[in-house]
């Protein structure tokens, strides 16, 4: 569970470098597939990501699902992703680990160090101005 308010990284940067981490290994990487389904708590989708490996072109593929819970003004009150085993597959190629992760900034360590060892400046991705 990650407190957005309290994360020391805000979700923009840590999604631009979480996505970015995982184009070190792999081409195209980005959702394959995306669905979505509404209500009137809030929105419930499945996504599904997948890349080549750069090394040997074998394609790698997880699936993510995602659920919010909204309030009566449309503000999230509730949000949770889960992702189903071949997440550690595709994280053992991309960032060359995976959890469980107990801590969000364990998972987020493993990010940085894959960028760096790819040469890539963590300053020049953060944006200026913190959001949530």
Do not use: C
């Not at 992703?81 to 995976?98: C, M």
């Amino acid at each position: 569970m990650i407190d957005l308010q309290e994360n020391p990284i805000s979700v923009e940067d840590s999604a631009t470098m979480e996505a970015l981490s995982y184009s070190v290994e792999f081409d195209n990487w980005a959702p394959v597939d995306f669905e979505k389904f509404p209500s009137v708590e809030g929105v419930a989708w499945k996504t599904h990501f997948g890349g080549y490996r750069k090394k040997d072109g074998v394609f790698m593929d997880f699936f993510a699902y995602s659920f919010i819970r909204t309030n009566e003004y449309g503000e999230i009150t509730h949000w949770e992703t889960h992702v189903n085993a071949a997440y550690n597959d595709f994280l053992d190629v991309a960032i060359g680990e995976h959890g469980p992760y107990t801590d969000a900034n364990v998972y987020m360590a493993a990010v940085m160090k894959k960028l760096a060892s790819a040469g890539i400046d963590l300053r020049a991705l953060m944006h200026k101005e913190r959001k949530i």
